[in-house]
């Protein structure tokens, strides 16, 4: 039964992309905060969708930890495609750092270049770097939420893997503090993965860690720690 509401959930999801894509180039002309309202019914209504038919449901803890002027950079663990959805609900308004070959992926990459991503090619290596740093301040100053997740792709629960320093280095130079975020989304979404498993994903927001007059290593040590040590086992349904 779960594999049919997994295929089910598939189609409807894909549906909604189509739909999305072709809306989202009508929204190209508009600022970033109505175009970011809009595109959020996209995961919104694939989160409800996901709950309504397969059983995956999520709840947040550490809520009041948030910033209240919104302004800072989150890291989180990267599992499954669940959390890029569900971060757009949770936060305020947001981008993402992703890989620049994303935005040419039919549909998806479409609607990703409206929320202003952090477009970025990994092998350009220091240029990659300074446009992280460059692109990343400005979204900040703009009270837009940087989205990175250190480990650079997804990784599936129990595995451990190294953080990349770009984020760090983007706290470090912009001098704006780190969310840590913990979740464990893989074990009912896992990467690559078509069947969906019901249960609850839990999702854990640490105390902002302070980036000012500290160096990078250390804040992403310290962000890496939160984030490793919350990470919940599964509890499915």
Same mark, same amino acid.
């Given at each position: 039964m779960?594999?049919?509401?997994?295929?089910?959930?598939?189609? !409807?999801?894909?549906?909604?992309? !189509? =739909?999305?894509?072709?809306?989202?180039?009508?929204? +190209?002309?508009?600022?970033?905060?109505?175009?970011?309202?809009y595109i959020q019914l996209y995961p919104?209504?694939?989160?409800?969708?996901?709950?309504? +038919?397969?059983g995956v449901k999520f709840e947040v803890k550490g809520k009041e930890n948030l910033p209240e002027d919104g302004n800072f950079i989150l890291f989180s663990n990267h599992q499954s495609?669940?959390?890029?959805?569900?971060?757009?609900l949770i936060f305020p308004p947001l981008c993402f750092v992703v890989k620049k070959e994303l935005l040419h992926v039919p549909l998806f990459?479409?609607?990703?270049?409206? =929320?202003?991503?952090?477009? +970025?090619?990994r092998s350009s290596g220091r240029v990659a770097l300074?446009?992280? !740093?460059?692109?990343?301040?400005?979204?900040?100053?703009?009270?837009?939420?940087?989205? +990175?997740?250190?480990?650079?792709?997804?990784?599936?629960?129990?595995v451990n893997s190294e953080y990349k320093k770009g984020g760090a280095i983007l706290a470090e130079k912009s001098g704006y503090p780190v969310v840590p975020v913990a979740h464990n989304?893989?074990?009912y979404w896992p990467k690559r993965g078509f069947m969906k498993k019901a249960g609850? !994903?839990?999702?854990?927001?640490?105390?902002?860690?302070q980036s000012k007059g500290r160096k990078a290593k250390e804040i992403l040590e310290e962000a890496k720690d939160y984030i490793s040590s919350h990470i919940e086992p599964a509890n499915y349904s």
């Open positions: 779960q594999v049919v509401r997994s295929l089910l959930f598939t189609i !409807i999801m894909w549906f909604n992309t !189509i =739909l999305l894509a072709i809306a989202s180039g009508l929204l +190209i002309f508009f600022p970033f905060s109505v175009r970011a309202k919104s209504f694939n989160i409800w969708i996901l709950k309504l +038919i397969c495609t669940w959390e890029t959805f569900a971060f757009q990459g479409w609607a990703l270049a409206m =929320l202003k991503p952090i477009a +970025i090619k300074k446009q992280l !740093i460059e692109q990343g301040t400005e979204r900040l100053k703009q009270g837009i939420v940087v989205v +990175i997740y250190p480990e650079g792709t997804r990784i599936p629960p129990g989304a893989g074990y609850l !994903i839990t999702v854990h927001i640490g105390k902002p860690v």
